[in-house]
């Protein structure tokens, strides 16, 4: 079965470096050209297929979809009017061109195994998927979607995410990061940068191995990571704090109304001071030249 039948078709030869500007009402896929098939990399092959992937009715999406190559440019521009929320459109650009998609109401975004300069992204309610992208800088915002990276998105990084907007992805390395989402998760297995900054109104943070030489990340509620071994500066308000830290230079964690707890290997060496209405240390860990002390319902270790 080879899928179904487009409605429309296009094949336009571009330059290899250009820019794909997409204003779209539906799903848009990205994918590269087949090097073998298009060795020059000069085409971009546009597919449109109608709700459901059906191919009917046959005229009226055609009519509604605008696909227009400018030179000057070198911009690839698919725009459309009115054309059906279901409907879906699949480009195959070269390797190297640069995106900038916009989708409205659902409409997803799927970009898969790209390399540029830019890519930018942004949808309302629908789901962004990247899937191994390379990029020295990439832009993603949604205002309610769900943002999922799959494999690793390479480059400097900024996502928002606005409402319930999520992001999780996979593993992400650059030398910059900032990722905000506002009532939804922000969550990510791998995390290799020289600086970051992770904040989230009202959603939880879930963090993995991160690698950074600066982390500083804001949650109301909820921050837990696995693994760091950088600079890491982490606050929460209402929130639990839970952190396993491998190998250290500077941990900064202060939440309000939260607990924090703190994992680290029995052979870790490092100055430490630590306030809370209650604080344990476990049996396991040896303290060395501690001092405690009492005040206003607080007690402090150092040492």
């Known amino acids: 079965a080879g899928g179904p039948e487009p409605l429309q078709e296009w094949a336009l030869t571009v330059s290899p470096r250009g820019r794909l500007r997409v204003r779209l009402p539906c799903q848009v896929s990205v994918r590269p050209l087949d090097p073998q098939r298009y060795p020059g990399a000069d085409r971009v092959l546009v597919a449109v297929s109608g709700a459901g992937g059906s191919p009917s009715p046959r005229g009226r999406q055609r009519d509604r979809v605008r696909v227009e190559y400018d030179e000057a440019l070198d911009q690839m521009a698919i725009v459309a009017d009115g054309v059906d929320s279901k409907a879906a459109v699949d480009v195959r650009t070269p390797l190297k061109f640069d995106l900038d998609i916009k989708t409205s109401g659902t409409g997803c975004v799927k970009i898969q195994k790209i390399e540029c300069d830019n890519c930018k992204i942004e949808t309302e309610k629908g789901t962004s998927v990247l899937q191994s992208i390379k990029s020295h800088k990439i832009d993603i915002r949604t205002n309610g979607g769900k943002v999922i990276g799959l494999g ?26 900032n990722i905000s989402t506002e009532d939804g998760l922000l969550k990510t297995k791998y995390l290799y940068a020289e600086s970051s900054s992770l904040s989230s109104v009202a959603g939880d943070i879930l963090l993995g191995s991160i690698h950074v030489d600066d982390t500083k990340v804001f949650s109301f509620f909820f921050f837990f990571v696995d693994s760091s071994d950088g600079s890491l500066k982490a606050s929460t308000h209402h929130g639990a704090i839970d952190v396993y830290v491998s190998q250290l230079r500077k941990v900064d964690l202060k939440s309000q109304k939260g607990s924090i707890t703190v994992k680290v290997p029995a052979s870790l060496k490092a100055y430490l001071q630590l306030s809370g209405r209650k604080v344990d240390v476990s049996s396991e860990i040896q303290l060395k030249e501690t001092q405690s002390a009492s005040k206003d319902d607080h007690v402090t270790i150092s040492g």
């Open 152 to 177: 690793t998105l390479y480059g400097n990084t900024d996502i928002r995410a606005t409402e319930k907007g999520s992001v999780n992805i996979e593993k992400l390395q650059g030398t910059s990061i």
